[in-house]
């Protein structure tokens, strides 16, 4: 399910919610700004960079900062940083649930897996995807 949200139009979008027990109620805490969102949206991953780590508001373990800077990058051919942002967001303690751009609310940790897959088969390279 989560391949196939993805994959149908390749944008993960919306809000963060808090860090999650499972059964936590969902609330924004994030906005487009925060996270490079308009910025990877146009394609410019340089700005997306520098947005999101000038951003002294971003924890640094927050999964959307991770997840969006892996994008960033990944997108940039710098794979290797990539990777270690995706990883450091599947292991992030801060689990968030994002919601899809399809109205679903999945899980940082699902993201990032997703990502770190879309970063083997090459495919996160031309997909056009963020968080906000």
């Known amino acids: 399910m989560i391949a196939a949200a993805v994959a149908c139009t390749m944008i993960w979008v919306q809000v963060v919610a808090t860090p ?19 910025a990877l949206m146009a394609g410019d991953n340089a700005r ?17 900062r991770l997840l969006n800077l892996g994008i960033a990058y990944a997108r940039s051919g710098d794979e290797g940083q990539a990777r270690q942002l995706f990883k450091a967001a599947l292991a992030s303690r801060n689990q968030m649930e994002l919601e899809t751009s399809q109205g679903d609310w999945i899980y940082s940790r699902a993201l990032a897996r997703e990502a770190l897959q879309m970063l083997d088969d090459g495919s996160i390279r031309t997909a056009r995807m963020a968080i906000r």
Do not use: H
């Open 20 to 38: 999650a027990s499972e059964s936590s109620e969902i609330e924004v805490v994030s906005t487009e700004s925060q996270v490079g969102y308009e």
């Open 48 to 64: 997306a960079i520098a947005e999101i780590s000038s951003n002294a508001s971003l924890a640094q373990d927050d999964p959307a």
